[in-house]
DNA sequence: TGCAAGGTAAAGCGATCGTTCTACATGAGA
DNA sequence: TCTCATGTAGAACGATCGCTTTACCTTGCA
């Protein structure tokens, strides 16, 4: 049962990590959120970095499946805002306290492996809104694509910085906005 | 000389975290950051929290004035504008860990005295957004300007956390992007 | 039956943390 | 000339940190 020992770790670091931040959970209390002994948690996550990267992991997986849920077959706009309107219930519920991946690397600025996981979860989000793209139009040019999936992917890091500090709702009516306004500068409706 | 020091080792300390992070300078680094003793820094900046939020200020004064240098006189779409060009260099010369004030919360998300700190710059930036756009269009609605101003926001957020994840071109050309078909779709040129 | 694998609880390691304190230097005003 | 505010350098405090280790318990299978 080692792979669900350690599926179950991580759900529980990366919920402490999620309520508590990075820098106040000591060993102690990771060990605690993971339901294990410190023992066990060593032997699946060998120090506290990996502990962290374990947790992003996790929450990568967590990420996506959520945007799945509900999201729109066809073709236009839909899947797009889709991304937007799932964000705002996630911010909400699992990231009180703002990005996971964000926040882990302002914590560590200097660890490799972090550093690595933080970017891995950016380029997959970045790949996630350029294959949205492509769906709401199909014969879409490389550099259009690459042009607004960048601009969406920086709406998308805007709201979940923006509704730590100035509220969800706020965030998450502006982010549409913004996405809405840029699909129909390009006829993408 | 009790204001010029406090001010010489606010720069020091923000130079230190904004280097560093929050989490990995001690205070003995600060004090060498901030060039002075060890009892002189604490006769300014009683604890540690204290010296975080000596920083922010500093840093908020700093971004502030940083934005106004160049800034255009007339109306038109061009002060907005000019935020998300300054917003790049500084970025590249200032904040190569993301924005102090997100890093700042997500490492203390239990202080107050953090917490309104953060808070403070984020509306005076929001309110910045809204006196630009006041200029841009001079019959604005309230409604309007709250809207945009947010938008805006969002974008102002997006572009400094993205920087960080995709490169200081890529996430400023976006943000540039979002902008400039924000305004349009307002018919402010 | 026996033993290896993987679990628990908890004491203890050295290092480092934020903070305070002692001892002394300097320069301006009474 | 004396004093006080403000500066310096650095030792030392107790607490807490990440991590290792010891000792023991449970389970599944040869």
Redesign the interface.
């Known amino acids: 049962m080692t792979i669900r020992t350690s599926d179950k770790i991580a759900e529980g670091l990366e919920a402490a990590f999620a309520a508590?931040?990075?820098?106040?959970p000591g060993v102690d209390a990771l060990r605690d959120a993971a339901g294990v002994s410190l023992r066990t948690l060593y032997r699946h996550y060998p120090s506290r970095e990996a502990m962290v990267v374990g947790a992003l992991d996790h929450r990568h997986r967590s990420y996506l499946a959520w945007l799945q849920r509900g999201m729109p077959e066809g073709p236009g706009a839909g899947p797009v805002l889709h991304v937007f309107r799932r964000l705002r219930p996630w911010m909400a519920e699992r990231a009180p306290?703002?990005?996971l991946?964000?926040?882990a690397?302002?914590?560590?600025?200097?660890s490799n492996a972090i550093r690595e996981a933080?970017?891995r979860q950016?380029a997959e989000t970045?790949a996630l809104f350029a294959d949205c793209l492509r769906r709401a139009w199909p014969d879409i040019g490389d550099e259009d694509c690459r042009?607004l999936g960048?601009?969406l992917?920086?709406?998308?890091?805007?709201?979940?910085?923006?509704t730590?500090?100035?509220g969800c709702a706020?965030?998450g009516?502006?982010?549409l906005?913004?996405a809405e306004?840029?699909l129909?500068?390009e006829n993408i409706e």
Request: one cysteine or more; hydrophobic letters at 45%; a negative charge.
């Open positions: 508590e931040g990075f820098a106040a306290n703002g990005c991946f964000v926040n690397l302002a914590e560590h600025p200097d933080v970017k950016k970045r042009r960048d601009a992917f920086v709406v998308h890091e805007g709201q979940t910085a923006a730590v500090t100035c706020e965030a009516v502006a982010a906005t913004l306004s840029l129909r500068a």
